[in-house]
């Protein structure tokens, strides 16, 4: 009674296998700290790899924003053929817009120019050259909707890069005139395409509020609407040395006289 009754119960819990039973029991229990290992270890995997691909797609995001979305990239760019259109002019230059510590940086670069900057919006993660260049009173911070703290013709030439189209027409009208009011020699606009909205729209935490592209026609009624005038002569100096050497810049430049 006693054999048999032992023997259907082994067969139930070892699948019929009463010799190998007891090496099964202790393997029957690797299998789930195994699966719990893989699981932990894919998860761990999964965040690895979500973690490192967002991380990829911010920094693309950013490039991209930063190379197609802004024209202070583009004043460096058509440097060559700024220093072609004003030559000695040139001189005592003001930047303003974003990234002003870049632009004032290059232009000391080049020996002749004295250059300043403004920027409009936030100098806080700024790296220590630029520090240094504000800490020395090249670049400043300060608020363009309001006139700029320097004297009437302070500056040969003054160029504008992004900073307008943040700008609705009630504070242009006060802005535009104060830029000119300082340039003794010009006023240099790199204005965003409309095309470049979408890119524009990326940076909105820094500059509050989005983009407004305007056309070229937009921008010419309103120079004269204003009172502005096309500075002719470098306009058309700049011009020949860009077909020349086939420099098509993505910004709209406007060369103002002041
Ligand atoms: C800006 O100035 C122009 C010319 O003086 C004027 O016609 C226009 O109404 C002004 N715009 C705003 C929004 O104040």
Redesign the pocket.
Known sequence: MSRRSVNPSRRVADGGLPSVGGLLHPKSRSPPVLTIALVVLGVIILIAYFNSGSGVTVTSREAVSRSEGSCTPEVMQALPYLKKAYGNELHKVLHVGPDSCTVVSNLLKEGKVEAWGVEPYDLEDTDSSCKSLVRKGFVRMADIKFPLPYRQDSFNLVIVSDALDYLT??YL?RTLPDLARISTDGLVIFAGNPGQQKAKVSELPKFGRPAKLRSSSWWSRYFI??GLRENEGPLKKFEQAASKNKYKPDCQIFHLSS
Do not use: A, L
Request: aromatic share 0%; hydrophobic share 0%; no cysteine.
């Open positions: 027409p009630r009208n609407q204003t």
